[in-house]
């Protein structure tokens, strides 16, 4: 389907026994990318998945995989993920002097470079990264779980990320990434976002994934 935003789906709430499954039913839905939740048990209170995860997504799909990493020392890792079959590496500036290091070697790697902001974090301290990402991810929850509120702070901070990409005049995406549901994924999109990530809207649908896809992109009509 051609639209002028992009829905990813994160596959932190899908079911790993049938994960394949998962992931054809997400392209049956439209789904545009696969969203990966990297998580390491210190950066953020839960451990996910790794480079392994990613190669085996890229085995089952040609969707582009949008590779979320809430790691420490990213930097230690960027190669192995991009060997995995990454299409596009987001990592956070929280606690890392060598952010700016780290975005530039994403994109030697020829892979697509995303910062991504806490909620604690403010979109002015991005400012002078913007000009070495494609995206700014933009967290509506604290980095973790899938199945948290949206923070409405959020929607103020994407308008920031908006007029900084406009000053600078940069094509950047902004992705919006936690509590996004067909009751909430109209609000960051009006505020400037264009790319929606979801794991429970989908996932967890009774009605199953194309369904659940399918309500979030009507929310946006
Ligand atoms: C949270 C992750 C999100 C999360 C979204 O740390 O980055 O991608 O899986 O889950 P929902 O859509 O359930 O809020
Ligand atoms: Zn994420």
């Given at each position: 389907?051609?639209?002028d935003?992009?829905?990813?789906?994160?596959?932190?709430?899908?079911?790993?026994?049938?994960?394949?499954?998962?992931?054809?039913?997400?392209?049956q839905?439209?789904?545009d990318?696969?969203?990966v939740?990297?998580?390491?048990?210190?950066?953020?209170?839960?451990?996910?998945?790794?480079?392994?995860?990613v190669?085996?997504c890229r085995?089952i799909t040609?969707?582009?995989?949008?590779v979320?990493?809430m790691?420490?020392?990213?930097e230690?890792?960027?190669?192995d993920?991009?060997k995995?079959?990454a299409t596009?590496?987001?990592v956070?500036?929280?606690?890392n002097?060598?952010i700016?290091?780290?975005?530039q070697?994403?994109?030697?790697?020829n892979?697509?470079?995303?910062i991504?902001?806490?909620?604690?974090?403010?979109?002015?301290s991005?400012?002078?990264l913007?000009?070495?990402?494609?995206?700014?991810?933009?967290?509506?929850?604290?980095?973790?779980?899938s199945?948290?509120?949206?923070?409405?702070e959020?929607?103020?901070?994407?308008?920031?990320?908006?007029?900084?990409?406009?000053?600078?005049?940069?094509?950047?995406d902004i992705?919006v990434d936690?509590g996004?549901?067909?009751?909430?994924?109209?609000?960051?999109?009006?505020a400037?976002?264009n790319?929606?990530?979801?794991?429970?809207?989908i996932?967890?649908?009774s009605?199953?994934?194309v369904?659940?896809?399918?309500?979030?992109?009507?929310a946006?009509?």
């Amino acid at each position: 389907m051609m639209t002028d935003y992009i829905l990813s789906a994160s596959i932190l709430s899908a079911d790993f026994s049938n994960l394949a499954d998962q992931i054809h039913q997400c392209e049956q839905g439209g789904i545009d990318w696969i969203h990966v939740d990297v998580m390491d048990g210190h950066f953020v209170p839960n451990i996910t998945m790794g480079p392994f995860i990613v190669e085996t997504c890229r085995r089952i799909t040609v969707l582009p995989l949008d590779v979320h990493l809430m790691i420490e020392t990213p930097e230690k890792y960027i190669d192995d993920f991009a060997k995995a079959g990454a299409t596009g590496l987001t990592v956070h500036p929280e606690g890392n002097p060598n952010i700016h290091r780290t975005l530039q070697h994403i994109r030697a790697l020829n892979c697509r470079p995303g910062i991504a902001i806490n909620p604690g974090t403010s979109p002015e301290s991005i400012e002078y990264l913007l000009p070495l990402v494609d995206m700014v991810l933009v967290m509506s929850v604290n980095p973790g779980f899938s199945g948290q509120s949206f923070i409405p702070e959020a929607v103020d901070k994407i308008a920031v990320v908006k007029s900084l990409s406009a000053k600078w005049k940069l094509p950047i995406d902004i992705q919006v990434d936690g509590g996004i549901s067909p009751d909430t994924i109209a609000i960051p999109r009006k505020a400037g976002a264009n790319v929606f990530v979801s794991a429970t809207a989908i996932f967890k649908n009774s009605a199953g994934i194309v369904a659940g896809i399918h309500t979030l992109r009507e929310a946006l009509k």
